[in-house]
T-cell receptor, first 117, second 114 residues
């Protein structure tokens, strides 16, 4: 079975540009979450989407936005890139909102490594 | 608010010896606790979880973790370390029904020497 897939795997941008990162969840998973992992730190929660609706947002500026499509894939968009946006962006899927048999463990993709120059 | 602390940036053990990677947490409510492992230039892989019930949980690759509510800890353990266990380990916690919003520690690098 295919796991979580992310694209692109690596990309280099300059300050002020815009970037779009893409994620396809595991088949049957309806929830997608995005995390930012800066070198030397743990992943920081950015967004969660479930059934195409935003269900959670972390402490990130409005330059960060996301959406989820009918097939449950997702895009993360970052505008007006800053040097500090350089990081590994991780997408994680889960069955859905937690409860019942869904205890909420996350299944991560390999990440998109963004370098802003 | 919820938080996770991994007090050790690095843990070094010899192959065949037991290992412990420490994690403490702070939450309002009942915690759901997780351990993930990350290999270089890879995403995170789920190892094990505590939801409810037995305080000792077993997971992948021979790892286990002990939940201690009074000490708000969830330490990762393995009776006999392998060189292949060398990786970056993250503890995570969540409390609400938002399955995607987990709070992670900053990670502990485990190095197992032959």
């Amino acid at each position: 079975d295919a796991g979580v897939t992310q694209s692109p795997t690596h990309l280099i941008k300059t300050r002020g540009q815009h970037v779009t990162l893409r994620c396809s969840p595991i088949s049957g998973h309806k929830s997608v979450s995005w995390y930012q992992q800066v070198l030397g730190q743990g992943p920081q929660f950015i967004f969660q989407y479930y059934e195409k609706e935003e269900r959670g947002r972390g402490n990130f500026p409005d330059r960060f936005s996301a959406r989820q499509f009918p097939n449950y894939s997702s895009e993360l968009n970052v505008n007006a890139l800053l040097l500090g946006d350089s990081a590994l962006y991780l997408c994680a899927s889960s069955l859905g909102l937690a409860g019942g048999a869904n205890t909420g463990e996350l299944f991560f993709g390999e990440g998109s490594r963004l370098t802003v120059l | 608010a919820q938080s996770v602390a991994q007090p050790e940036d690095q843990v070094n053990v010899a192959e065949g010896n037991p290992l412990t990677v420490k994690c403490t947490y702070s939450v309002s409510g009942n915690p759901y606790l997780f351990w993930y492992v990350q290999y270089p230039n890879r995403g995170l892989q789920f190892l094990l979880k505590y939801i409810t019930g037995d305080n000792l949980v077993k997971g992948s690759y021979g790892f286990e973790a002990e939940f201690n509510k009074s000490q708000t800890s969830f330490h990762l353990k393995k009776p006999s370390a392998l060189v292949s266990d060398s990786a970056l380990y993250f503890c995570a916690v969540r409390v609400n029904t938002n399955a995607g919003k987990s709070t992670f520690g900053d990670g502990t690098t485990l190095t197992v020497k032959p």
